[in-house]
């Protein structure tokens, strides 16, 4: 796909995020990647982890590693739901992550994204439930990530607060699993404010997705586009001198030129990126 020349400010932000890419887009988007060296986090649908190989995707990813990119993973989570009552939907996230996990297996990535499918507006009233459903789900995975040195994230979508994550968290106890804060979810599901996500989260912090909204609605907006406090969230990380793997999530390629441009004009981030290399 032909795009805008990248200039100076996007390529330096380019150099310290992942920008999203769904494997199914790849013949869109490769070149574009490979052209800009970029990191990618590579998005598996359930689609996808039923029709490509761990060859098919070691071929891709060695193309990305070959121009110095980096690569991170984003499992499938359309209706998956790793603590549900029925011991058949259990299954089918089993399924899914046992798939994913031949793919982590074959290249390595730097992190993994999952998400746990808790819905409070479903699920509020088994919760403690589905905690222990959800932990007995997890579990071998855990281990499979322990043992093959791979980090393990779990996000936030419709949590009204951290406090589910921080229970699953503080009862898994694996330094190789840890917490991805999306801020677009936060501010467009979340009753709880940035600052309080953040103090809550932060001994668990290993990765970001950015991108923006007006909370009305998760609508992937470019950053700087929105409402959602990016001063804030840098300027936290660089009190606590914590450096988490950035995600941008453009949901087209005009955004993501435009949340390149929204972080390279921001100060706070500026100064982060320079405390962090």
């Known amino acids: ?30 070149d574009l990647v490979v052209e800009n060296r970029m ?12 029709s490509c190989s761990p060859g098919e995707v070691y071929e891709a990813v060695w193309r990305i590693r070959q121009r110095g990119g980096k690569i991170s993973f984003h499992g499938p989570f359309w209706d998956l739901n790793i603590g549900s009552v029925d011991r058949a939907i259990r299954e089918v996230a089993r399924w899914r992550f046992e798939s994913l996990f031949s793919l982590i297996e074959a290249v390595r990535p730097e992190r993994v994204v999952l998400h746990t499918g808790f819905d409070p507006r479903h699920h509020r009233s088994q ?39 921080l229970e ?8 190789q699993v840890g917490f991805c804060l999306d801020v677009g979810h936060q501010h467009a599901f979340s009753k709880t404010s940035l600052d309080i996500w953040l103090e809550a ?8 997705h950015l991108h923006d909204n007006d909370s009305s609605s998760d609508a992937h907006l470019p950053v700087g586009s929105g409402t959602i406090d990016f001063d804030l969230l840098f300027g936290f990380l660089l009190e606590r001198r914590i450096f988490p793997l950035l995600t941008i999530e453009p949901h087209s390629v005009e955004h993501l030129y435009e949340t390149l ?14 405390c962090a290399a």
């Open 261 to 274: 441009t929204g972080l390279a004009r921001l100060a706070s981030f500026d100064a982060f990126l320079a």
């Open 168 to 175: 699953l968290l503080e009862r898994i106890k694996s330094g």
């Open 39 to 50: 990191n990618v986090e590579v998005g598996f649908a359930a689609a996808d982890l039923e």
């Open 201 to 208: 989260v932060w001994p668990y912090l290993k990765e970001i």
């Open 1 to 30: 796909m032909k795009c805008p020349d990248i200039d100076l400010a996007m390529s330096k932000v380019l150099r310290h995020v992942f920008v999203n890419m769904p494997w199914s887009y790849r013949g869109l988007f490769m």
């Open 127 to 165: 919760r403690g439930e589905w905690v222990e459903n959800g932990l007995s789900t997890l579990e071998p995975f855990v281990r499979r990530a322990e043992l093959l040195d791979s980090i393990l994230v779990f996000e936030n979508v419709f949590e009204e607060d951290p406090a589910l994550h």
